[in-house]
C-alpha cells in the first residue's frame, strides 16, 4: 500500500503508513528492518536525505546485533541507500566506506553498485559493469533484465535520476552491442503491448535507440 501511495506522489501518507506498522514491533527482528529498511529507501526516493541516512544507519546498527540472521544482500542494499543519501545531501566524503563495500560486492550484488554509480552520475562505471555481466555467460541474465525497459519509476527527482541513468545505459550503443549477442533489449515495458510484427529474432536495428517505439494500440 506504501508503495502504491508513492506511484501516486503521496509520500506523506506513505511515510505515516509505514511508520505506524513499523511501530507495532517492539523486538528487533528481520520483519521489522524490512519495514525501516523500505522506510529508508523511501526518504531517499523523495529527497530526505537526512532522513534516510539515519534511518540506513539504525538499520545497520540492529542488523549487526542480530548478526548472521541477516543476509549480506539485504546489508549491502542498505548500504548503498546510505551511501546514496549522503552523497546526495552533500557528505559525499561520510559516504566511502560504504561505497567500497558495495563496488566490492558488484560482481555478486550488481543491483546496488549500479545504484551507486547512478547516485554519483558515473556513467562510466555502469556501463562496464554492465558489458562486464553481459559478457559473464553466470551473471548475463541479470544484465538483460536490468536493460528492459521500465514502467515502475515514482514521480519524484531522485527516482527520475536513476531513470534516466538506466535509460542512459541501455541506449548507449557498445552496451547494446554487447546485449544483442547473447539477447535482447525489448522496445517497450513487457506491460505493455508489444508492436504488430516484433520479432524477438529480428537485427538489433529494429529498435535502434534512435528509432520511436511504434504506438499502442
Not at 78 to 85: L, T
Not at 137 to 145: D, N, T, V
Not at 176 to 183: H, I, L, M, Q, T
Request: a negative charge.
Amino acid at each position: 500500500m506504501a508503495r502504491a501511495m508513492l506511484g501516486q506522489g503521496k509520500a506523506e501518507p506513505a511515510i505515516a503508513l509505514l511508520k505506524r506498522v513499523d511501530a507495532t514491533f517492539t523486538e528487533d527482528t528481520a520483519q521489522k528492518l524490512n519495514l525501516s529498511g523500505n522506510l529508508a529507501e523511501t526518504y531517499l526516493a523523495i529527497g530526505r536525505y537526512a532522513e534516510a541516512s539515519a534511518t540506513a544507519s539504525e538499520w545497520l546498527v540492529i542488523a549487526q546485533r542480530m548478526g548472521a540472521e541477516i543476509n549480506k544482500a539485504a546489508l549491502i542494499g542498505v548500504q548503498a541507500i546510505r551511501a546514496c543519501a549522503l552523497i546526495r545531501g552533500g557528505k559525499a566524503d561520510q559516504a566511502g566506506g560504504d561505497v567500497a563495500d558495495v563496488l566490492i560486492s558488484r560482481t555478486g550484488l550488481p543491483d546496488p553498485a549500479m545504484d551507486i554509480y547512478a547516485c554519483r552520475d558515473n556513467f562510466a562505471g555502469g556501463k562496464a559493469l554492465m558489458i562486464e555481466s553481459l559478457n559473464d555467460e553466470h551473471r548475463r541474465g541479470w544484465a538483460l533484465r536490468w536493460l528492459q525497459p521500465s514502467g515502475v519509476n515514482l514521480p519524484f527527482e531522485e527516482s527520475r535520476r536513476s531513470d534516466r541513468s538506466q535509460k542512459r545505459i541501455a541506449a548507449d550503443p557498445d552496451v547494446r552491442a554487447a546485449a544483442e549477442k547473447v539477447g535482447r533489449i525489448l522496445p517497450m515495458t513487457v506491460i505493455e503491448r508489444l508492436p504488430d510484427g516484433f520479432d524477438p529474432m529480428a537485427p538489433a536495428d529494429l529498435h535502434a535507440p534512435d528509432q520511436e517505439a511504434p504506438p499502442v494500440s
